[in-house]
């Protein structure tokens, strides 16, 4: 009996000890994501700032531009009536337009200066955004985290009836989450991690195509390029909706299979028609997973296998029970021949 007692200490000292370690993760992912932030404004100020500057450059240098034109057409007269004019008065007007054509260079040196500049600002902008979403991301699956710790998974300590069967649960949860990671691993290495390093190479030799081949194929390689990245994009969060959709915590059931049908629909170019009567309500979580999981399988079913362009999900939500139809206008198949099929 002591054992038993023992074990059940080890195990609350374990849960601890991890609540504790994933609490100080939170606050540090909390910290990295305000700092994000703050950054974020900093820049933004900044690139509101350039774009002033390059508003107020743009506009000297049209006036600079003007008063050259007109300076040249006053050397240009200078020149064709040269017996008329003083040499004084030819040498001004020759450093006036001089000075003129040399200011309007320097104007526009230091407009493309500017605009590179708040190009470069703005890629930052975007990567601290994407900094600041992951972080709300990582916030919100540690929330989940703790919770299952701090009261589902304290539960299973008085479930549990002898160090036994502790020790072979444990070795059950830690086996299902390293398969969990290995089918992780594999999908981001043969999927987005792909994806990217192809991106990577092909903006490497896009410097080389402009000079050897021209803009034009440079062009078409950008666009592939953009094209593989949206790609990686869509693989990214199809993995994350296949973890588990982080909205669905947040938002709900409905919400979130709004957000992931236009998803599907934006990506694949389809058009999907999601019809929704009733009052949206909150269930259990796993009721949510499960029904969000359908839904997916279905809708995923008729874009790989039925080739559809329309498809159709009809949600009813009732006081006592959900309806769900999901039809789509592709090819199908032959159920008497897949009866057949299956006979042989």
């Not at 609540?19 to 540090?28: D, G, L, P």
């Not at 999907?272 to 969000?292: C, L, N, P, Q, S």
């Amino acid at each position: 009996m002591s054992v038993v007692k023992d074990h059940e200490k080890a195990l609350d000292s374990v849960i601890d000890e991890m609540i504790s370690v994933v609490t100080n993760s939170k606050q540090e992912v909390f910290e990295i994501g305000e700092e994000s932030r703050k950054q974020q404004d900093t820049l933004n100020k900044e690139v509101k700032e350039i774009k002033r500057e390059v508003e107020n450059i743009i506009s000297e240098s049209d006036e600079l531009e003007r008063r050259l034109k007109a300076s040249r057409v006053r050397l240009s007269e200078v020149s064709k009536n040269f017996e008329q004019y003083s040499e004084e008065e030819v040498r001004q007007v020759y450093n006036n337009t001089h000075e003129l054509q040399t200011q309007l260079v320097v104007q526009r040196q230091k407009e493309v200066a500017l605009i590179k500049r708040r190009d470069d600002l703005e890629q930052r902008i975007k990567t601290l955004a994407n900094s600041v979403q992951r972080a709300e991301k990582l916030m919100s699956k540690i929330n989940v985290i703790l919770t299952y710790l701090q009261e589902d998974f304290k539960e299973v300590n008085d479930a549990l009836e002898s160090a036994k069967q502790k020790h072979e649960f444990g070795l059950k949860i830690i086996e299902a989450q390293e398969e969990e990671r290995r089918n992780l691993s594999r999908e981001i290495h043969d999927g987005p991690a792909q994806m990217l390093a192809n991106v990577l190479i092909r903006s490497d030799i896009i410097d080389k195509t402009i000079k050897q081949r021209g803009m034009d194929e440079a062009l078409k390689e950008i666009k592939e390029m953009k094209e593989m990245a949206r790609s990686a994009l869509y693989e990214v969060r199809r993995i994350i909706y296949d973890l588990r959709p982080m909205a669905l915590d947040d938002l709900g059931l409905v919400p979130t299979l709004r957000r992931y049908l236009s998803t599907i629909e934006e990506y694949h170019e389809l058009k999907i028609i999601f019809e929704f009567k009733g009052k949206e309500m909150r269930y259990g979580h796993k009721f949510e997973a499960a029904v969000f999981r359908m839904v997916q399988e279905a809708v995923q079913n008729a874009v790989k296998h039925a080739q559809a362009k329309i498809i159709r999900v009809q949600f009813e939500a009732t006081d006592h029970r959900l309806n769900i139809r999901v039809i789509d206008d592709g090819i199908g198949f032959d159920q008497e021949a897949n009866k057949t099929n299956r006979l042989v």
